[in-house]
C-alpha cells in the first residue's frame, strides 16, 4: 500500500514537473467564403515568477482592426496612411470571444481596457502559486482583416498569412508586459510548446515553420495537425497558388518564396545553403528543423537605398541582392524564434545583432562591393565621393541622416514612440555600427564571442539586453560603461576635434576636443601619406584631453580615420605636420550633388530649367551650392539664370545656418539671408533681400507628434523696376522695406488637422496684425469637414487710399511680399489670373468689394458631398476708410483631387448672384496648384517623420 502511494506520488510529482510548461492545444477550422476561423483552444500557463498571480494577460493582437479607434488604427492616422480609416467594416478584423473556461468547467470574468481592447484581463479562480500552472480552455471566432493593412489577413485572391491570429499569454517578469499590436510585429510572449490542427478546404496548401505531424483528407477538406517546441512564432499561410520552396542544407531547412529573378536554382541552391552555414557558425545551431521567410517578410524589413531601385537600372548582380535580400530577412527571423527580449522595449540588441552580421558578411563575401554598386565603375560617376564609398557605409549615411537633422532618437526608447523612419532605419543602423563601433573599441574579437555565447546559452529563453551587458563586462578588462549609458540609453552625438597641435623634433603633443557631453573614445590615426603607422584609442576625454606621442615618420593625424565611430562632422579631424594649415582643405567641384567628402570643401553645380511665371517664361541656368546629402549647419546657394521670355537674368541666391538645439522643445534656431530678381509682370522686375531669423519648436518628449511650432522674423527690402514696354502702370512708390513677425503653430493630421498662426507687419506708411485659424476633420464616414477663420486690421495706414496694393485681399492677395508662388501674379483675366492661393479673405468668387484697407474678417467652409467632391461657402465683413462693413458671401463646388495641392473651384451663388448662369463662366472657375517639388515631397516626408 506504503509503496502504491509512493509511486502515485512520484508520478504526480514527475507529472507537474514535466508538464508545468507553458502549452497551447488548438483546433481551428476555417471558412474561407466568410474569413472567419472557429477556434478551440486550451492554454496551459506557467508561473515562472516568484508572485502570487491573480490574473492572466491574453494577446488579442486580431481585435486591433475592429474599429478606427484602436492603438493600431492611430498608428496608420499618425503615419498618413489612410486606407485603413477609408476602410470598409468588412475588411477589418475582430474577435468574438464565447467560452473561456478553466480545468473545472467554471466561466472566468475577463475584460479589455480601452486604451488596450487587443488585451484580455482575465481573473482567476484561484490565485496562481510560483511554480505551478493555470489551465484555460476557450472557444472563439477570429474575423480575418484584409492584408492590404499591415501584410497580415486574407488578400484580394483569398490567400491567407496569418501572424498574431489566434491568443496567446503575455510574459510576467514582476509586471505584465502587455502592449497594444501598432503593426511594429513585436508581440511578446514566453515560448510555448504548440499542437495544431487546422481544418481547410481542399484547393489550399498550407505553409508553416512548425513540424507536421498528421495529413488527412476528405473529398472538400483537410486536417493538417503541426507541432511544435518552445516556440513563439506561428506565422500560418493558407495559399491556393504556392510560390513556396523549400530548400534543405546541413543546417536547417528554409521555407521560402523570395523572388530568385536572374539566378538560377542551383545558385539559389548554393546560396541558400552558404547563408544557413553563415548563421550557424555565427549564431549557433537553429533549434527547429524549419525557418520560414515570405516576401512580406523582406518587404516589412527590405534593403533601403539602391537595392530597391527598378529591375531596368540594376547597380548589384542577382546573386548578390538574393543573398542580402534572403540573409537580413533570415537573420531577423533566427534571432525573433530565438533571441526573446522584449521586443518593444529592448529591441535594439536583436537589431543589432542582425545589421552587425549582416555588415561582416557583407565584408567577408562581398568586400570590394560599393555603395552605388556597379555605377561607381561608369565615367562620369566614378569620380564623385559616393563612388569610392563601401556598401557598408550606407548603413551610418542613413543613420547620420536622422543625426544631423536632429530626428535622432534612443536605442532604450519604447519601439512604438519612435518615428517610422528610425524605427524601421536608422535605430536598427546605429544599433548595428554601434556593436561594431564596441567590437573596434574592445578588440580581440571580445564582442562578436559575447555575442555568439548569450545567443547560445540564451536560446529559446527569456531574457534582456542588460543580462548582455553584464555578461560583456566580465569577458573584458576595458570600461564599456559608455557604450550603454551614453551611446545605447541617449541621443548624444559624437563631435571630436584635434587642436592645439605642437611638435618637436620627437614629439607631438595635440589637443583633442571633445565637442559634446558624453564618454565615448575615439581613435586616434597616425599617418605617413595615407598609411596607417599606428590606432590609438583616447578614453575619458571630459571636453579636452591633452596628450603626447613619439614623432616617428608621422606626417599627418586623425581622428575615426577608418569612419568606424558614427561621427556627427568629420570635417575637423584632421591635423598636417606639415608646413600649411591641413584644414585649409582645397575646394572641389562636382556637377550634381555628392555624398560628403571631409578632406574637401565641396561645391556642386546643378543645371536648372525651371518654370516659374510666365513673364520669365523658361529659365535656364545652373545653381552652385554645398549642399550634400547629409545637412549642414552651414548652407549655400547661388543661381544664375537667364529668362527666355523676359530674356533678362534672373535667379537668387541664400545662406544660412542651423543651430540644432537637443533635448529642450526649442529644436533649431536658423540665421539666413536670400536674395532674388525676377519678372512679376511683363516688362517689371523685382529685387528682394531678406535677412532673417527662425526659432522651430517641437514636443522633446514625442518626436511622434506632428504639432510643431516656429517663430519667425525677417526683414524684407524690396524694389521694383518698371520698364518702357510695362503694362501695369507706373508706381508712385516702387522700393518699400516690411519687418515681418510670424508665430505658427500646426498639427497637420489625417484625422484632425489645425493650424492658426499670428502674423504682424511695421512698414513707413502702413503696419498691420492678421490671425489665421485653419481646422480639417476626416470624420469615420469618410466626410471631411474644413474650417478657416481669418480677420485682420491695419494698425495705421497712410498709404494712398486710391490703391489697393498694401490691403487685405478677399480672393487674390497683391502678394506684396512676394511669398506666394503666382505663374501669373499681375494678371487681370485668363487661365493664370484664375490662380487661387488661399489666403487672407480666401474667397473664390471675385466680388465687387475685393479689397480692405482697414480691417477684414471672413470665414470659409467646406464639407464632403461626394468622395472628392465638396461643397463650400464663404462670408465675411470687409472694411475700407470712408465706407460702411460690407457682408460678403459666395458658394460652390470643390473638386478636392489631391488636398492642398491641386484643387478646383466652381462658383455657384455669391453677391453677384446664381454665377453659375452668367456669361463666360469658364473664366469665373479658380484654380489651386503646385509645380513645386519641395512641397510635393513632403507628401512622401510625412509618412516617414
Not at 493664370?832 to 488661399?838: A, K, Y
Not at 461643397?871 to 473638386?895: C, E, H, M, Q, T
Request: with cysteine; charged share 25%; net charge neutral.
Amino acid at each position: 500500500m506504503k509503496l502504491k502511494f509512493a509511486l502515485i506520488i512520484t508520478v504526480f510529482i514527475c507529472s507537474s514537473v514535466v508538464g508545468a510548461q507553458n502549452r497551447i492545444d488548438l483546433k481551428a477550422d476555417f471558412d474561407v467564403s466568410k474569413k472567419t476561423i472557429q477556434i478551440a483552444q486550451k492554454i496551459r500557463y506557467e508561473n515562472t515568477s516568484n508572485d502570487t498571480l491573480n490574473f492572466i494577460y491574453l494577446n488579442d493582437w486580431n481585435s486591433a482592426y475592429a474599429t478606427k479607434k484602436t492603438p493600431l488604427a492611430e498608428r496608420f492616422t499618425e503615419e498618413f496612411n489612410d486606407k485603413f480609416h477609408f476602410a470598409k467594416s468588412d475588411q477589418r478584423g475582430y474577435t468574438v470571444l464565447t467560452v473561456l473556461k478553466d480545468s473545472l468547467g467554471n466561466s472566468l470574468d475577463y475584460s479589455s481596457e480601452r486604451e488596450h481592447p487587443d488585451v484580455i484581463k482575465v481573473a482567476l479562480q484561484t490565485p496562481l502559486a510560483p511554480n505551478g500552472f493555470y489551465e484555460l480552455f476557450l472557444n472563439y471566432t477570429v474575423v480575418v482583416p484584409d492584408a492590404t493593412f499591415t501584410g497580415y489577413g486574407v488578400d484580394d485572391l483569398n490567400n491567407y498569412h496569418l501572424k498574431y491570429w489566434y491568443l496567446t499569454p503575455a510574459v510576467y517578469d514582476g509586471a505584465w508586459q502587455t502592449y497594444s499590436n501598432k503593426n511594429l510585429d513585436d508581440l511578446y510572449i514566453p515560448p510555448s510548446d504548440i499542437n495544431l490542427e487546422i481544418s481547410f478546404p481542399l484547393e489550399y496548401q498550407l505553409i508553416s515553420e512548425l513540424d507536421t505531424e498528421d495529413i488527412q483528407q476528405t473529398i472538400l477538406r483537410q486536417t493538417y495537425k503541426l507541432s511544435g517546441k518552445q516556440r513563439v512564432n506561428t506565422s500560418l499561410i493558407l495559399s491556393k497558388f504556392s510560390e513556396y520552396k523549400f530548400v534543405q542544407t546541413d543546417d536547417f531547412t528554409i521555407v521560402s518564396n523570395m523572388a530568385t529573378k536572374g539566378i538560377s536554382i542551383e545558385e539559389k541552391a548554393l546560396a541558400t545553403d552558404k547563408i544557413t552555414q553563415f548563421i550557424t557558425e555565427n549564431l549557433g545551431t537553429y533549434p527547429h528543423k524549419r525557418l520560414l521567410i515570405t516576401k512580406n517578410d523582406y518587404k516589412k524589413d527590405p534593403l533601403y537605398g539602391l537595392n530597391q531601385l527598378p529591375d531596368f537600372i540594376r547597380p548589384f548582380p542577382d546573386r548578390f541582392q538574393y543573398e542580402l535580400k534572403l540573409l537580413k530577412t533570415a537573420l531577423n527571423n533566427y534571432l525573433e524564434n530565438t533571441l526573446l527580449i522584449n521586443p518593444r522595449k529592448d529591441y535594439w540588441l536583436r537589431d543589432g545583432v542582425q545589421i552587425y552580421y549582416l555588415m561582416k558578411y557583407v565584408e567577408g563575401f562581398y568586400p570590394d562591393t560599393k555603395l552605388i554598386g556597379t555605377l561607381a565603375d561608369i565615367w562620369g560617376i566614378r569620380s564623385f565621393h559616393a563612388a569610392d564609398l563601401e556598401y557598408n557605409d550606407q548603413f551610418n549615411l542613413f543613420y547620420m541622416q536622422m543625426v544631423r537633422t536632429n530626428r535622432d532618437q534612443p536605442l532604450t526608447m519604447s519601439k512604438d514612440s519612435l518615428i517610422k523612419f528610425n524605427a524601421n532605419i536608422a535605430n536598427k543602423y546605429k544599433a548595428g555600427i554601434g556593436l561594431r563601433y564596441l567590437d573596434d573599441f574592445v578588440n580581440s574579437e571580445v564582442v562578436e564571442g559575447t555575442i555568439s555565447d548569450f545567443l547560445k546559452n540564451n536560446k529559446v529563453e527569456i531574457t534582456s539586453s542588460k543580462k548582455f551587458e553584464n555578461q560583456l563586462k566580465k569577458n573584458t578588462p576595458k570600461d564599456v560603461n559608455w557604450f550603454f549609458t551614453d551611446y545605447v540609453a541617449t541621443s548624444k552625438k559624437l563631435d571630436y576635434k584635434i587642436q592645439d597641435l605642437k611638435k618637436t623634433k620627437d614629439s607631438v603633443t595635440l589637443t583633442i576636443h571633445n565637442k559634446r557631453d558624453n564618454s565615448m573614445p575615439v581613435s586616434l590615426f597616425a599617418l605617413n601619406n595615407d598609411s596607417i603607422l599606428s590606432k590609438t584609442w583616447i578614453e575619458n576625454i571630459d571636453h579636452k584631453k591633452t596628450i603626447t606621442i613619439a614623432r616617428d615618420s608621422i606626417d599627418r593625424l586623425a581622428l575615426n580615420f577608418d569612419n568606424s565611430i558614427p561621427e556627427l562632422n568629420l570635417r575637423d579631424n584632421y591635423k598636417s605636420l606639415k608646413g600649411f594649415p591641413f584644414n585649409n582643405k582645397p575646394f572641389q567641384f562636382r556637377v550634381i550633388q555628392d555624398i560628403e567628402d571631409p578632406y574637401y570643401n565641396q561645391v556642386f553645380l546643378m543645371p536648372l530649367v525651371e518654370f516659374n511665371n510666365i513673364y520669365d517664361g523658361l529659365t535656364l541656368g545652373a545653381k552652385f551650392y554645398n549642399k550634400t546629402l547629409l545637412r549642414k549647419r552651414l548652407n549655400y546657394k547661388l543661381s544664375p539664370q537667364y529668362a527666355t521670355k523676359s530674356k533678362s537674368l534672373t535667379g537668387g541666391g541664400s545662406v544660412s545656418f542651423t543651430h540644432n538645439v537637443e533635448n529642450t522643445s526649442l529644436y533649431y534656431i536658423n540665421y539666413g539671408f536670400g536674395g532674388k530678381y525676377n519678372a512679376f509682370a511683363e516688362d517689371a522686375f523685382v529685387t528682394v533681400f531678406t535677412p532673417s531669423l527662425s526659432f522651430g519648436f517641437r514636443n522633446k518628449d514625442d518626436f511622434r507628434s506632428n504639432e510643431s511650432s516656429y517663430l519667425n522674423f525677417r526683414y524684407l527690402s524690396i524694389s521694383r523696376t518698371i520698364g518702357e514696354n510695362a503694362i501695369i502702370e507706373d508706381l508712385d512708390e516702387p522700393d518699400y522695406s516690411v519687418l515681418n513677425i510670424r508665430f505658427v503653430k500646426s498639427d497637420p493630421g489625417l484625422v484632425n488637422f489645425s493650424k492658426w498662426y499670428y502674423d504682424v507687419q511695421f512698414a513707413q506708411k502702413f503696419g498691420k496684425v492678421a490671425i489665421n485659424y485653419e481646422y480639417r476633420k476626416l470624420s469615420e464616414s469618410n466626410r471631411q469637414l474644413n474650417l478657416r477663420f481669418f480677420a485682420g486690421t491695419f494698425l495705421y495706414n497712410n498709404t494712398d487710399l486710391s490703391s489697393n496694393y498694401f490691403s487685405f485681399a478677399l480672393d487674390r492677395p497683391t502678394d506684396y511680399l512676394f511669398d506666394y508662388n503666382y505663374l501669373g501674379r499681375s494678371e487681370d483675366s485668363g487661365i493664370f489670373s484664375q490662380q487661387i492661393i488661399i489666403a487672407e479673405g480666401g474667397f473664390k468668387s471675385r466680388l465687387e468689394t475685393p479689397f480692405a484697407n482697414q480691417w477684414m474678417v471672413t470665414g470659409n467652409a467646406s464639407t464632403t458631398i461626394w468622395k472628392y467632391i465638396e461643397g463650400y461657402g464663404d462670408i465675411g465683413l470687409v472694411k475700407s476708410k470712408g465706407d460702411n462693413p460690407a457682408f460678403v458671401y459666395d458658394s460652390g463646388i470643390k473638386l478636392d483631387l489631391v488636398t492642398d495641392y491641386f484643387e478646383l473651384y466652381f462658383p455657384i451663388y455669391s453677391n453677384l448672384g446664381w454665377e453659375i448662369g452668367q456669361p463666360n463662366y469658364d473664366q469665373k472657375i479658380r484654380i489651386k496648384f503646385t509645380l513645386d517639388p519641395g512641397a510635393l515631397l513632403g507628401l512622401f516626408r510625412r509618412k516617414w517623420y
